[in-house]
């Protein structure tokens, strides 16, 4: 597509259920990371995936948060047991090699 | 990890003012980006820039990797500039290690 896709552009959940959130990248990009901004806050970063290597999960704040990416495009990152702690916006973003980060419109998300 | 500060954290500019973004960091880096992030929430790729000079309309920027740092100028400021300024830097990971911000507000 012509840019980052993300959604749901908005997810309400209760403590406790699992959530999944899904990006599609820019068609043709290599690389593909995972970031969450919690409210007036920076990016923290959570999962970054380059072509067919093993993915970098070291900013992965708990067990509870895994995330995989099929065929290299399409990534899901799902949150199991969610908390209030995990309320904020989930951001993903696409490059080609090294070079410029693109980003989707987020998913925020909200845990009752 | 590597350490990314911004400063100003905070700036307020009448429209047609100009001002500099200061990024330090605390490491070598291979990769520096700035990124706009609009009222709305969405981030802006602004630049790639590792070293040297580049320019894009009313904004430019510099990186002096040997020093360590890199500046973000915005010319001639619109409100439509208001937002928050991110600098990012990769240290060979690979993934961008984001600052703090510079949260800009263009006042009419």
């Known amino acids: 597509g012509a840019g980052v896709s993300q959604s749901p552009s908005n997810k309400v959940t209760e403590k406790g259920k699992d959530v999944e959130l899904r990006c599609d990248p820019i068609s043709g990009h290599t690389a593909l990371y995972w970031y969450r901004q919690s409210l007036g806050q920076g990016l923290e970063f959570l999962i970054y995936?380059?072509?067919?290597?093993?993915?970098?999960k070291s900013g992965l704040p708990s067990d509870r948060f895994s995330a995989e990416r099929t065929g290299g495009s399409v990534s899901t990152l799902t949150i199991q047991r969610t908390q209030q702690e995990d309320s904020a916006v989930y951001l993903c973003?696409?490059?080609?090699?090294?070079?410029?980060?693109?980003f989707g419109s987020g998913t925020q998300l909200s845990v009752l | 990890g590597i350490q990314v500060e911004q400063s100003p954290p905070d700036l307020i500019l009448q429209e047609g003012a100009n001002s500099t973004l200061r990024c330090n960091f605390s490491d070598s880096v291979n990769n520096l980006q700035w990124f706009h992030q609009n009222p709305w929430g969405q981030l802006i790729n602004l630049f790639y820039?590792?070293?040297g000079t580049k320019q894009n309309g009313r904004l430019s920027a510099t990186t002096v990797a040997t020093e360590r740092y890199s500046l973000l100028y915005i010319s001639s400021s619109q409100t439509t500039d208001s937002g928050v300024y991110f600098c990012a830097v990769d240290t060979g990971r690979r993934a961008l290690t984001f600052g703090s911000g510079t949260r800009l507000q263009v006042q009419p």
């Open positions: 973003a696409s490059s080609l090699g090294v070079e410029k980060l693109f």
């Open positions: 995936f380059q072509g067919n290597s093993a993915p970098d």
């Open positions: 820039i590792p070293s």
